[in-house]
């Protein structure tokens, strides 16, 4: 069995981490979250973690992360909605194990778009966090938003991509709406890939 640690931040409510922990009970994922932690004590998602009596961390301070995650050496490391830079330490210790999900279609090369299931250029979102992100989609008027989960590198926003999701958008939809429908199937995608990478 695979041993996993989530992290998290205020931002958000947690659905990605409760989506895993989910899996995990539920052994569809050959894995147990070994800690989950965040860089505030105020995140949401803290909570779910406890009611599962899952163990947690904080870590206000990016270079105290490495520690923390030297002390549980997690098979993989999945980002939920963390805000802090991962430090360059972190990455090179842990490579090809830290899991990213970003709210855009990220390219396999970046010198091609990535596209649509109906042919258009995918939005790749690069430098944006997830409510700028949505926005965007928007005022591009994108006929698919999109999230990718990759592999984190020293490049922001770009690495090895294990799985994308679209979500059609609507004529009406707002921020929200949109979002919405999105966090769904990101919750089904951090699942998917966490299954491939635990068998």
Same mark, same amino acid.
């Given at each position: 069995?695979?041993?996993?640690?989530?992290?998290?931040?205020?931002?958000?409510?947690?659905?990605?981490?409760? +989506?895993?922990?989910?899996?995990?009970?539920?052994?569809?994922?050959?894995?147990?979250? %070994?800690? %989950?932690?965040?860089?505030?004590?105020?995140?949401?998602?803290?909570?779910?973690?406890? $009611?599962?009596?899952?163990?947690? +961390?904080?870590?206000?301070?990016?270079?105290?992360?490495?520690?923390?995650?030297?002390?549980?050496?997690?098979?993989? /490391?999945?980002?939920?909605?963390?805000?802090?830079?991962?430090?360059?330490? %972190? /990455?090179?210790?842990?490579? $090809?194990?830290?899991?990213?999900?970003?709210?855009?279609?990220?390219?396999?090369?970046?010198?091609?778009?990535?596209?649509?299931?109906?042919?258009?250029?995918? /939005?790749?979102?690069?430098?944006?966090?997830?409510?700028?992100?949505?926005?965007?989609?928007?005022?591009?008027?994108?006929?698919? +938003?999109?999230?990718?989960?990759?592999?984190?590198?020293?490049?922001?926003?770009?690495?090895?991509?294990?799985?994308?999701?679209?979500?059609?958008?609507?004529?009406?939809?707002? %921020?929200?709406?949109?979002?919405?429908?999105?966090?769904?199937?990101?919750?089904?995608?951090?699942?998917?890939?966490?299954?491939?990478?635990?068998?």
């Amino acid at each position: 069995m695979k041993k996993l640690a989530v992290l998290i931040s205020n931002y958000g409510t947690g659905t990605n981490l409760q +989506a895993i922990i989910d899996a995990t009970e539920k052994k569809e994922i050959n894995a147990e979250i %070994v800690i %989950v932690i965040s860089d505030t004590p105020g995140a949401k998602g803290l909570a779910r973690a406890k $009611k599962h009596k899952i163990k947690i +961390a904080i870590s206000p301070k990016k270079e105290d992360l490495i520690k923390i995650l030297e002390r549980y050496k997690p098979d993989y /490391i999945a980002l939920a909605g963390w805000k802090q830079i991962v430090t360059d330490e %972190v /990455i090179d210790k842990f490579p $090809k194990r830290i899991l990213n999900i970003h709210p855009g279609i990220i390219p396999d090369t970046k010198n091609v778009k990535f596209k649509n299931p109906d042919g258009t250029d995918a /939005i790749w979102n690069k430098g944006k966090l997830a409510n700028v992100a949505i926005q965007n989609f928007l005022d591009k008027r994108a006929t698919y +938003a999109g999230s990718s989960i990759h592999f984190l590198t020293h490049e922001f926003d770009f690495g090895p991509v294990l799985e994308r999701a679209f979500v059609k958008t609507q004529k009406y939809d707002t %921020v929200d709406s949109l979002y919405t429908r999105l966090k769904k199937k990101e919750n089904a995608l951090y699942v998917k890939v966490l299954q491939k990478l635990c068998a």
